[in-house]
């Protein structure tokens, strides 16, 4: 089946700076590839996701990009915030008969003030 | 809408008892994901649902779980019997189609000693 695998497990940043947090996949079949965000005690929540047909996507602080040929995916958070504070998994969706997300053990970002 | 609803939000229990775990997905909603949470494995699927069709239950543990959704607006997540390494947070999710954007419950921390 897939196999996300997610990098770095935690990550601490300066406020104001950038953050970046890869993943990497197995099935090259995969074309969806969504980002939820977890804060402490709360539900996971979709940020941003990407499909295959583009390679890249903004929403006003946050980016995706694809390389589907390398088949890795990142985010990306600039002028981070205290709030950007949370847990952050990727996903991607196999398809060996069923359509369904593998996510990848989520990266632990902090925020310096 | 209000949401995913999940119930009860806490469980403790002894080991070797029945455990009952329900979701009321959001309405016109098709799709049904029940999801693990521990810090060793991160977020696992157990099983999934559409249209209250069990399609996936592959990464179901063992006999002692079981899942059942006998209407669209219902499903249970069913232990027994409970072990203390069952002790995690589930999760109930839902989307209207396999690759749309999952609605997770609060979750329901499960405590099993």
């Known amino acids: 089946g897939e196999n996300v695998e997610q990098h770095p497990s935690t990550l601490s940043v300066q406020e104001g700076d950038s953050a970046v947090i890869k993943c990497t996949y197995s099935?090259?079949?995969?074309?969806?590839f969504p980002w939820y965000k977890q804060e402490l005690g709360k539900r996971p929540q979709l940020i941003i996701d990407?499909?295959?047909?583009?390679g890249e996507k903004k929403d006003q602080r946050i980016a995706v990009t694809l390389n589907k040929t390398a088949k890795h995916f990142s985010l990306h958070i600039t002028e981070t915030q205290p709030e950007d504070s949370a847990v952050y998994f990727c996903?991607?969706?196999?398809?060996?008969?069923?359509?369904?997300?593998?996510f990848g053990t989520g990266t632990r970002l902090t925020i310096i003030p | 809408d209000a949401g995913v609803i999940q119930s009860p939000r806490h469980e403790v229990t002894e080991m070797g008892q029945e455990v009952t775990l329900r979701c009321k997905p959001i309405?016109?909603?098709?799709?049904l994901f029940w999801y693990r949470q521990t810090m060793m494995r991160g977020l696992e699927l157990l099983i999934y649902?559409?249209?209250?069709?069990?399609?996936?239950d592959s990464g179901m543990p063992e006999d002692r779980f079981s899942a059942k959704m006998p209407n669209a607006s219902f499903s249970t997540l069913k232990i027994q019997p409970s072990e203390p390494r069952d002790s995690a947070v589930y999760f109930c999710?839902?989307?209207?189609?396999?690759?749309?954007?999952?609605?997770f419950g609060p979750g329901t921390r499960l405590t099993v000693t």
């Open positions: 309405s016109g909603h098709d799709y």
């Open positions: 999710a839902s989307s209207p189609g396999p690759l749309d954007e999952q609605y």
């Open positions: 990407i499909r295959s047909n583009v």
């Open positions: 996903a991607a969706n196999t398809n060996f008969g069923n359509e369904k997300l593998t």
């Open positions: 099935d090259s079949a995969s074309n969806y």
């Open positions: 649902f559409n249209n209250n069709v069990p399609i996936d």
